[in-house]
């Protein structure tokens, strides 16, 4: 005889959807005691509760989900993106602004990198937008030192191999030299951690500074390092599918990833050099 499901969601899940942590994170918030439902401190996640059942969390009561949010943050050069730093340095989130919800990161980018960070208080959205199946583009800004050859080039757009880890081919595009740096513009669809770097490194270049300059559809646009953008809900709905009710549902749209075909004849070299957007 199959046993009846029981109702309601998983206190992991419960918790990640009102942006107390991570899954994984809440997994580990309940492994070391800190959660208790209905009075009784749980120690397993296998555990679902409905919305009568009552969740402490750190003795606070978790409230009722509020309807996804995300923002777009210029994360400066020097924070880490985490909530908690075992070296006591500075974190994205000591820097936001003190009327802003519990937000979690989208990905991360790393402590010398800058640039668009997504925040959202939803962590299932997080999930949602992290997947790679999604297709989603990160497109990013780089400066390396020295000249970087064609070859090179051709290496990172037929993907590399660096210690054991396969990286997709990745969307590179020359812009300039400037003085003794070369800037150029890479896309990617994984973002694996430090995926630039350690690739740039396998083909002789050391990165000097890397900036992301979009997300998917989301873009770094004007925006100030340091400063927060609240996406438009109705942004949100064209983009995501959030209805703007308690459970979202998040239907992202992959992206197709064109097949590169022969350039046609007469077409420019990839090392002409473009006007690049500002930094």
Do not use: C
Not at 74 to 94: M, N
Not at 105 to 125: F, I, M, P, Y
Request: no cysteine.
């Amino acid at each position: 005889m199959t046993e009846t499901a029981k109702p309601g969601d998983r206190i992991a899940k419960v918790l990640s959807r009102a942006g107390i942590a991570s899954r994984r994170d809440a997994e580990r918030m309940i492994a070391e005691g800190r959660v208790s439902v209905n009075g009784k401190v749980i120690v397993s996640p296998a555990l679902n509760v409905t919305e009568k059942d009552r969740i402490v969390v750190d003795g606070k009561q978790v409230a009722e989900p509020e309807p996804a949010r995300l923002w777009l943050y210029h994360k400066p050069s020097g924070l880490v993106t985490t909530t908690r730093d075992e070296k006591d340095r500075e974190t994205v989130f000591d820097t936001l602004p003190a009327d802003m919800p519990r937000v979690m990161a989208v990905g991360r980018l790393d402590l010398t990198s800058e640039g668009l960070l997504l925040l959202t208080n939803d962590g299932e959205l997080k999930r949602k937008l992290e997947l790679p199946s999604t297709g989603w583009l990160r497109r990013y800004r780089v400066r390396v030192y020295g000249p970087i050859g064609d070859a090179a080039l051709d290496k990172l757009r037929s993907g590399i191999e660096v210690d054991g880890v396969r990286y997709q081919p990745m969307q590179v595009t020359f812009d300039r030299e400037q003085g003794s740096n070369t800037w150029l513009t890479i896309s990617l669809r994984e973002g694996k951690n430090r995926e630039i770097r350690r690739a740039m490194e396998a083909v002789g270049a050391v990165v000097t500074r890397l900036i992301r300059v979009s997300y998917g559809p989301f873009q770094l646009g004007k925006l100030k390092a340091g400063e927060v953008e609240e996406i438009k809900r109705r942004v949100l709905r064209e983009q995501l599918g959030l209805d703007g009710s308690g459970e979202q549902t998040a239907r992202l749209k992959p992206q197709r990833q064109r097949k590169p075909g022969p350039k046609p004849t007469g077409a420019k070299s990839d090392r002409k050099p473009q006007r690049p957007p500002r930094d």
